[in-house]
């Protein structure tokens, strides 16, 4: 296993410059990898999220750059400083955890003090602790007792609780998960709108996409224990890596396909649905293996002649649509309808081959 001397970390000056750069980060749990040899840039001023489903890595990849895991091999550095050996409490970082972990007997003005007391940073105490409230609208509040303050705005008092010290990086481990869908989607647009006003790097935790393309600038997708893919969330989404990828993110139908013919950026693939010819990403070739990815904008109902017929088997109400399921020749595929059809009804589809493509197999 490669250990941390032996990890290098170079900067190409000409990128946006790095706050925290790690290099072949590892981590198991007796014989279960955790983390599996990452490589991760965090740029500075940026909102980066890591995405995935439980158990990829990411949690464990956020508690060594605070560090309360110690890497089994690689390197951190922050500011181009090591952070090998450096205790969490003497790291300029901070964290928000899923549970704010607020002290119930403590006020919210001596809850955002607390760190700084801890430090013997007494001086000018009092115009941090109100500067760090008003940040987050939370002035008013400062005689409260957590348990009178809603989950909304307890997670408001954790976030000024790890301003406050002006860390060089703010790291959020899933902090809106026990909060109602309407909360979420309100303390996203306040934690969006404080990071821009803060001007501080964060490190999102989450395995809720919405959430992460609501936030982020850089998305990290997971998959057991390694990135799959990074990029900002238009890339994530319009062109997925792999297979693994383009499942979890946006509710896709993966379609086996074997790849015909391919050129830059395009490829003929034969699937169950017949001869397709698409976008391609993740430069395949002919004979590859790969998947034909339909999301519900990729097919439509056919008014006129239709290349494919089946049958409708489920129709789901969502509010401002009805996602519909049809099953052709044995492919279930989703399409968006404001006028559902009939549950049993056969029916026409075209596929709409711009907003299609195809991708290679996830290892």
Same mark, same amino acid.
């Given at each position: 296993? /490669? ?30 990898? =955790? ?8 740029? $500075?001023?940026?909102? /980066? ?15 060594? *750059? ?17 952070? %090998?050996?450096?205790?969490? $409490?003497?790291?300029?970082?901070? +964290?928000? &955890? ?13 809850? @955002? ?28 509040? !400062? ?59 964060? @490190?999102?935790? +989450? ?27 238009? +890339? *994530? ?6 297979? &693994? ?12 396909? +074997? @790849? ?21 990403? !993740? ?16 097919? %439509?109902?056919?008014? !006129? =002649? ?28 989703? *399409? ?28």
């Amino acid at each position: 296993m /490669t250990s941390a001397a032996d990890v290098r970390i170079t900067r190409d000056p000409a990128t946006t410059p790095l706050l925290l750069a790690a290099r072949g980060l590892a981590k198991s749990y007796g014989r279960a990898p =955790a983390v599996a040899g990452v490589d991760l840039d965090i740029p $500075e001023r940026a909102f /980066t999220t890591l995405l995935g489903p439980s158990g990829c890595g990411k949690t464990t990849i956020l508690r060594m *750059i605070a560090g309360f895991e110690t890497p089994d091999a690689g390197r951190i550095e922050l500011d181009g400083q090591s952070l %090998a050996g450096v205790p969490p $409490e003497r790291r300029p970082v901070n +964290t928000v &955890f899923q549970s704010y972990a607020l002290f119930p007997h403590l006020s919210v003005y001596e809850n @955002v003090a607390f760190s700084l007391r801890l430090r013997g940073q007494e001086p000018n105490l009092d115009n941090r602790v109100r500067r760090a409230l008003d940040s987050v609208h939370m002035g008013e509040f !400062g005689d409260r007792l957590p348990h009178q303050l809603s989950g909304g705005q307890q997670q408001r008092v954790a976030v000024a609780r790890a301003i406050i010290a002006e860390p060089r990086l703010l790291l959020l481990d899933e902090p809106l998960s026990a909060l109602d869908r309407k909360m979420r989607g309100h303390l996203q647009i306040e934690l969006k709108d404080l990071q821009r006003r803060l001007g501080i790097a964060f @490190v999102y935790v +989450t395995h809720d996409q919405e959430e992460a393309f609501a936030l982020s600038d850089i998305i990290v997708v997971m998959n057991k224990g390694k990135i799959a893919q990074k990029a900002d969330p238009h +890339t *994530i989404y319009a062109c997925p890596a792999d297979s &693994f990828v383009a499942d979890f993110i946006g509710g896709a139908t993966l379609v086996p396909a +074997t @790849v015909a013919a391919a050129a830059p950026g395009r490829a003929s693939v034969d699937t169950p649905l017949g001869l397709i010819e698409t976008a391609a990403v !993740g430069g395949l070739a002919a004979g590859d293996r790969a998947v034909l990815v339909v999301r519900p904008e990729g097919v %439509a109902v056919a008014e !006129g =002649a239709a290349s494919l017929t089946g049958a409708v088997t489920h129709a789901v109400f969502q509010g401002e649509r009805t996602l519909v399921e049809v099953v052709v020749n044995g492919v279930r595929l989703s *399409i968006a309808s404001h006028e559902p059809p009939a549950v049993g009804a056969v029916i026409g589809l075209r596929l709409i081959p711009d907003r299609l493509f195809v991708t290679r197999l996830a290892t």
